[in-house]
């Protein structure tokens, strides 16, 4: 955890590096901020410091109302430390304890309720039905604040069964009364649902932007300016985004998606596949310090997702012993045989269902390669829980197109592509062939797009 000198010196600097890392509440006025918050510093014995807004809202603080610590990054304090805990935070997140119990959570992450209920209490001070409550509200009220969302809409997108529950829970837990946070709302213009996305700088937008363009799909996603859009599939709704720079620690997105229910959890999905909760600061750090990249490192540098690990793995396995360029026209094929339509001339990617059913005639690659992608649908439509370390049973799939699905399609922040021909290329140009990277855990995956991007690789 940040030392209480850190917080100080980041909250009187208003340094964005630090905003979501830690929140600060004001003992005299009862109000908890972000870092970045514009009103004037208060003095330091009339402050504490909580490490997420959901313990300082359980500690009897109410948000700020300038700042609004709704619309804060995500928190990363205890990630590559906990990884129970990050495993807990991000199903919870996804909606876990709306649609079953504590007990059920404990069990899907392999510990008891009771050891469940320690770690939270230990990390954060306060229990996962405490904490996923929390969340829900501020989401809320983040809805409140930036959108034309009816009430009852957002009571249900934000995970709540009821308006009533809903207006309970809002003015217990913030102090505040949802409409009057409506009543003061500016007006929003506009197709589709914005919503502000806040990250922490730096943010390499341009090279991101880059990478994805050099391996987007038609129809599927395109990079047009300074925006990234892209279609997808959630919850039995189709629909598609777009994201641009709005301020300099903030992105637009402009979404388009019919579900009543579940925004929140898509949402927490659109920040994993942009990677908007990295601790840059703390990941460039390390990163420095390594031999790999005594000549500088590329700031603000992130993993550019794509939607799932199943759309990772097909990618990689047709991106096997072939360039990029050769991929993306395989890719395209697929897609264009495969990928259903949608809004126009756009399509989603191709499901398990749609690859198992064809002979995949239209890639032209060895049958080997045909056969494993319908070996991996197969395998992922009877178990879709499954981690990808698993599709390591499936005949044409090695330890590459695993950890490639792992970083690309789940966002895991430490994998290193030991054997990918790229990183072979850029580690003999740095002349490191023999460089330890079990020092860069757990950011290896940052570490491996430095030195694709680096090399143009």
Not at 82 to 95: C, K, N
Not at 226 to 251: C, D, I, M, N
């Amino acid at each position: 955890m940040l030392s209480r000198s850190v917080c100080q010196q980041a909250r009187l600097a208003r340094d964005p590096r630090f905003d979501g890392l830690f929140f600060t509440a004001v003992n005299s006025t009862g109000i908890f901020c972000r870092p970045v918050c514009p009103a004037k510093p208060p003095a330091e014995q009339h402050v504490s410091y909580y490490f997420s807004a959901a313990a300082a809202s359980q500690a009897g603080f109410r948000p700020c109302l300038r700042c609004r610590p709704d619309s804060a990054p995500g928190s990363a304090a205890w990630q590559g430390t906990q990884t129970t805990l990050q495993r807990a935070l991000r199903l919870i997140d996804e909606g876990a304890l709306q649609r079953h119990g504590q007990t059920e959570l404990a069990a899907r992450l392999g510990i008891t309720d009771r050891y469940l209920r320690k770690l939270f209490q230990q990390q954060l001070g306060l229990t996962p039905t405490q904490y996923a409550l929390s969340q829900q509200v501020l989401f809320a009220k983040k809805l409140l604040h930036e959108t034309d969302l009816a009430i009852t809409d957002i009571a249900y997108q934000a995970g709540f069964n009821s308006v009533r529950r809903f207006n309970d829970a809002f003015v217990r837990q913030l102090q505040l009364n949802p409409s009057a946070i409506r009543r003061h709302r500016p007006k929003t213009a506009g197709n589709g649902l914005q919503l502000e996305l806040n990250y922490r700088p730096p943010l390499a937008w341009e090279r991101m932007l880059a990478f994805w363009q050099a391996r987007t799909l038609t129809g599927i996603d395109w990079v047009e300016e300074q925006r990234y859009g892209r279609t997808f599939h959630y919850l039995q709704h189709a629909g598609w985004f777009e994201v641009q720079p709005k301020t300099a620690s903030s992105l637009r997105l402009t979404l388009h998606w019919p579900g009543r229910h579940g925004l929140s959890a898509l949402v927490q999905q659109l920040r994993r596949l942009l990677d908007l909760d990295a601790n840059m600061l703390q990941i460039e750090q390390r990163l420095a310090d390594h031999p790999l990249f005594c000549n500088g490192l590329l700031s603000g540098l992130r993993i550019p997702g794509v939607w799932s690990s199943w759309e990772a793995g097909v990618r990689a396995i047709l991106g096997q012993q072939v360039s990029v360029a050769g991929a993306r026209t395989q890719l395209n094929r697929l897609v264009q045989a495969l990928g259903e339509p949608v809004a126009g001339d756009r399509r989603l990617f191709p499901t398990p269902h749609a690859v198992l059913a064809s002979d995949l005639a239209m890639v032209k690659v060895p049958a080997l390669r045909r056969q494993t992608l319908r070996d991996l649908a197969a395998f992922v439509l009877a178990e879709p829980d499954a981690v990808p370390e698993q599709w390591l049973s499936i005949k044409g799939i090695g330890p590459w197109t695993v950890n490639y699905a792992r970083m690309r399609g789940l966002g895991d922040s430490d994998i290193w592509l030991a054997g990918d021909l790229g990183i072979q290329k850029a580690l003999a140009r740095t002349d490191n062939m023999q460089a330890n990277s079990a020092t860069l855990a757990p950011w290896r995956s940052y570490a491996t797009f430095q030195l694709w991007l680096q090399t143009g690789d």
